[in-house]
């Protein structure tokens, strides 16, 4: 492929994100943009400066434009899968956000369809491609931490359950709650800081001890509101190669107030890390443990992010596009962690380990 690729956006929240960083990519043109809701469709649309033509309210009316190279699906969950296979057998490149899909099985479905329509799909872990996850995934790389053997990830809020109600709190929907929406990405960036090493078995648990009640929400409440999901889940998992990691992630939990914070914590036979990002922030995120000559050495690299990373993702993802290479964050990737996550909710289920052969 040569010259920008002609790109789509479907579903205008997170996709607003999507829809700037193809507008700051010199490889892609945005040409097009859908949205159920034609409220928020003409508010993007004109804030994009995309001309009333090219506005849908419909997806298959968006996939039939002629030109359209590729789109991101940043649907629901639920909508994932149909939109993303959709838009494969129109012959469309993918870029669908996390969670893949609600299941690994549905995931499953999604990386089929890209094989057999011979099209690219990615999924959208964006956080790996802020700098500050990338200076470690360096340090990684050049042994400095050596045989990492065990790691902590999490993400935790205090009050944050998105959208009490919506989609957002129905399990059918969503397919779960905080472990599939917040975790998906600290497992993520965590399993590719160690090299996405094989998984033998997860156990977990999950609490709803707030949701239900219509507490702790990020937006107000008026009335009863579904909620099916966890608000709470944590979980243990190992390796093959002998290394485990624990998981926790919370939307609502009495830790500290204003509390939304992520991290990853890497134990190495030659070094440590720490990844700690409270409330998004952008400097004096990272750290390096290592000793020379039984001196301790602590490094805190002065590195400034740029946001969440979907401007570095949409550029990757053309430019993947235009070079004909696969995209550094695979649908493969995408069904294995949610393989992890299924697990996580049965072992929850059940209240066993769950092994996987
Ligand atoms: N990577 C990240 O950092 C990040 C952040 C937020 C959300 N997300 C993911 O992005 C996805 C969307 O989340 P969101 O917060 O933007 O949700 P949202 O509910 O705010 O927005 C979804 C949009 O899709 C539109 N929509 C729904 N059904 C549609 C249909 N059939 N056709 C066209 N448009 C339709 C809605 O009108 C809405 O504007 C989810 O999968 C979520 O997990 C990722």
């Known amino acids: 492929m040569s ?18 960083g193809y507008q700051a990519s010199p490889d892609a043109e945005l040409v097009a943009v859908c ?18 033509e090219a506005r849908f309210t419909d997806v298959n009316e968006m996939l039939a434009m002629p030109g359209l190279e590729a789109v991101s699906v940043t649907l629901p969950n639920y909508l994932h899968a149909p939109v ?16 893949l899909a609600r299941s690994a099985a549905e995931a499953q479905t999604m990386v089929d369809a890209a094989k057999k329509a011979g099209k690219t799909l990615m999924v959208c872990f964006n ?4 700098e500050d996850a990338r ?12 045989k990492i053997y065990f790691a902590k990830a999490g993400w935790l809020r ?8 919506s989609w957002f709190t129905h399990k059918d929907q969503a397919g779960g709650g905080p472990l599939i929406d917040l975790g998906v990405h600290v497992l993520d960036l965590t399993l590719w800081l160690m090299g996405y090493p094989k998984i033998v078995s997860v156990s ?45 992630t919370s939307w609502a939990s009495h830790t500290k107030a204003g509390r939304d914070d992520y991290f990853v914590t890497l134990y190495g036979t030659e070094g440590g890390s720490e990844l700690y990002v409270p409330n998004y922030a952008d400097r004096d995120t990272i750290a390096f443990y290592t000793e020379e000559g039984g001196i301790p050495v602590n490094i805190h690299p002065a590195i400034v992010t740029r946001g969440g990373g979907h401007t570095m993702a949409t550029a990757h993802f053309v430019r993947c596009l235009i070079d004909g290479v696969p995209p550094e964050s695979t649908g493969e990737q995408g069904v294995a962690l949610l393989k992890v996550i299924d697990g996580l909710y049965e072992s929850a289920k059940t209240g066993r380990e769950v092994r996987f052969d």
């Open 3 to 20: 010259g920008k690729i002609k790109v789509g956006v479907i579903g205008l929240g997170v996709g607003q994100a999507h829809a700037h």
């Open 35 to 52: 949205d159920a809701d034609s409220r928020r469709l003409n508010e993007q649309g004109d804030r994009l400066g995309i001309s009333p």
């Open 84 to 99: 993303t296979i959709a838009a494969l057998q129109a012959g469309k490149h993918v870029l669908c956000e996390k969670p």
């Open 127 to 130: 956080y790996r491609y802020r």
């Open 135 to 146: 200076w470690l995934r360096a340090l990684s790389d050049e042994g400095k931490l050596g």
């Open 158 to 165: 205090n009050t944050g359950i998105p959208g009490a109600g």
């Open 204 to 248: 977990g648990n999950t609490f709803a001890e707030f949701g239900p009640k219509g507490k702790k929400s990020s937006r107000k409440l008026q009335g009863e509101v579904h909620y099916d999901v966890e608000d709470l889940a944590a979980g243990f998992v190992r390796f093959e190669n002998g290394a485990s990691l624990s998981i926790e």
